[in-house]
């Protein structure tokens, strides 16, 4: 089990803004893991982006479940955990770092905000106490609410999409993935639809 990102973000009318962000990256190579951090950022922006306020989902992409959170206020977060994590523990954290980052951060700062300007230093805390789950779920307290939430379940990214759209198209157009992730990303793809074949 395992937690690869912690993004907080604020879901703007046209835009969504990264504001904070953490990764353990440490599962992958040296080289890759620069075009998985960027990876990461995108898909995060991206499912934030396509997600209603006031939302919960989880979005699943091959072996990782992308969780997000977007409240009411448009601060949003987004976990990407491996598929064994347990989701709860997911949404736990979300609601612990949204609510730590509101009471640090002022909500007039959101909106222009980016990782340089905004000074919170709570989510590479936050990531590394809750990698394990075990000992991070005896905190939560918030199991009936999380119970009585509607979360959706996306099977794969593409269902999140809008009908016509294919993620390699996105990826192309990004301008948040520089040529490397792309390339990445493809190779990637390439590599996952050969081990189906077989």
């Not at 353990?24 to 922006?45: A, I």
């Not at 996306?154 to 948040?176: A, F, I, Q, Y």
């Not at 990445?184 to 639809?193: G, L, P, V």
């Amino acid at each position: 089990m395992k937690l690869y990102s912690l993004s907080v973000l604020y879901k703007g009318a046209t835009s969504v803004n990264l504001l904070k962000a953490a990764y353990d990256l440490s599962s992958f190579s040296f080289f890759q893991r620069s075009s998985v951090q960027e990876f990461m950022t995108f898909t995060s922006q991206l499912i934030v982006e396509r997600s209603q306020i006031g939302s919960r989902a989880a979005v699943k992409e091959q072996d990782y479940i992308c969780h997000l959170c977007v409240r009411n206020d448009s601060l949003a977060g987004v976990v990407i955990a491996d598929s064994e994590y347990p989701s709860r523990v997911c949404f736990t954290l979300l609601d612990k770092v949204l609510d730590d980052f509101s009471k640090y951060v002022d909500c007039i700062d959101w909106p222009s905000g980016s990782p340089t300007s905004i000074h919170y230093t709570g989510l590479d805390a936050q990531l590394a106490r809750y990698q394990n789950p075990r000992e991070a779920d005896p905190m939560c307290k918030v199991q009936a609410e999380l119970d009585e939430t509607k979360v959706i379940l996306h099977n794969t990214m593409e269902s999140l999409l809008d009908r016509g759209e294919k993620l390699d198209d996105l990826v192309s157009k990004s301008e948040v993935l520089g040529t490397q992730s792309k390339a990445f990303y493809k190779t990637a793809r390439k590599q996952n639809s050969c081990c189906e074949i077989m």
